[in-house]
């Protein structure tokens, strides 16, 4: 379906910015791009809240351009598409994730990895090909590229869908390449966030058997009981850990705090493998003894469209859910605060169909 006939080629939108390294979001008024060819206008109805939002409003990873619209886990619905796009509709239900175009020329971009293409453009806080700054989804509007945009299912919850498309992606996609996604192996999950908790979901609904490994006992109840988790390591304790030495297929690190590798090393099996999805803030030792028995140590960063539409299509199929707390626009501050102490269960999401208003 071609562009509604009398729309605007560029229109005034709506979002929350912050606008130095505060890191304060407060309501910003602005314009996104005429719908190319090839675009989809998309209605943002939900936003999750990510970590690496926090870092990015307030220049922690590197020097952040002001003013800044965070957010890519986006959910929403089609109001507009380019006499080209050729695959959704007005009305469909979409989703964009942290990432909005590619060169869609190189290895990675013609593998369907356009995640880790050299040129590849974030949601938001980046250069866009048309020379503009990418704005994210704590917005009313977004204009894509109908590549990047993910089709949502029709029986996933649209405040569930955005979280999945950079939680949900960032460790279905190492549980899957790693083939640590098979029923019957072991797998643990580091840490009980927003990576952690969908990681347990993910490896529960692919057959394994799941251990949390977290500095904090009182989180045991909620892994098992809760989450369906089979076991819990509280890993500040040394006699758990001895007992649990050589147990495990795969690790997913979801830690983002600074903490030594080599006692989950330890935990692997021979071949096993570590993959680190958390972003410490300092270098993590490695010393090369412990990984001498062909055990692993590697990264992933999200996932290309292919997998990530793979993925939500898996969830919607499972009934895999994030567990959110849905939240008005204007509360996006407190929410800030409270995810930097780990206040949360364990996703912030915004409701900005009813939320958003002018700013005046």
Not at 269 to 286: A, C, F, R, S, Y
Request: net charge negative.
């Amino acid at each position: 379906m071609a562009a509604t006939p009398g729309l605007e080629h560029s229109r005034k939108a709506l979002g929350w910015a912050a606008r130095d390294k505060s890191g304060v979001l407060s309501p910003f008024d602005f314009t996104r791009r005429e719908t190319g060819e090839k675009d989809v206008a998309i209605k943002v109805l939900f936003c999750g809240i990510c970590h690496t939002d926090l870092h990015i409003i307030k220049s922690e990873w590197s020097e952040s351009t002001y003013p800044l619209i965070p957010g890519h886990e986006i959910a929403g619905e089609v109001i507009e598409v380019g006499s080209k796009v050729q695959k959704y509709k007005v009305g469909d239900r979409v989703g964009v994730g942290c990432m909005v175009n590619s060169c869609r020329s190189c290895n990675s971009c013609d593998e369907d990895l356009e995640n880790y293409c050299p040129k590849s453009i974030p949601t938001y806080g980046a250069k866009d090909i048309d020379g503009s700054i990418t704005q994210g989804g704590y917005s009313d509007l977004v204009v894509v590229d109908e590549h990047f945009v993910i089709s949502i299912p029709d029986n996933l919850p649209l405040e569930a869908a955005g979280p999945l498309l950079c939680a949900g992606i960032t460790v279905y996609s190492p549980l899957i390449f790693f083939g640590i996604d098979k029923p019957g192996l072991h797998v643990g999950v580091v840490g009980l966030g927003g990576l952690g908790h969908m990681a347990v979901k993910f490896a529960k609904a692919f057959g394994a058997k799941v251990t949390v490994i977290s500095t904090s006992p009182n989180k045991k109840k909620e892994a098992i009981e809760r989450l369906g988790a089979d076991s819990f390591l509280v890993s500040r304790n040394q006699d758990e850990l001895e007992a649990a030495k050589g147990t495990l297929d795969g690790i997913i690190d979801s830690v983002s705090a600074h903490h030594s590798l080599v006692p989950l090393i330890n935990l692997l099996k021979t071949g096993g493998k570590l993959v680190m999805v958390g972003l410490p803030d300092l270098p993590l030792e490695l010393p090369v003894f412990p990984i001498l028995p062909r055990k692993s140590v590697a990264g992933s960063n999200i996932g290309g469209i292919k997998e990530t539409q793979e993925m939500i299509n898996y969830a919607a199929k499972h009934n895999i859910h994030p567990d959110i707390e849905i939240i008005p626009v204007d509360y996006v501050n407190t929410a800030m605060e409270r995810l930097r102490k780990a206040d949360v269960k364990y996703r912030f999401v915004i409701d900005i169909g009813k939320t958003m208003k002018p700013s005046s």
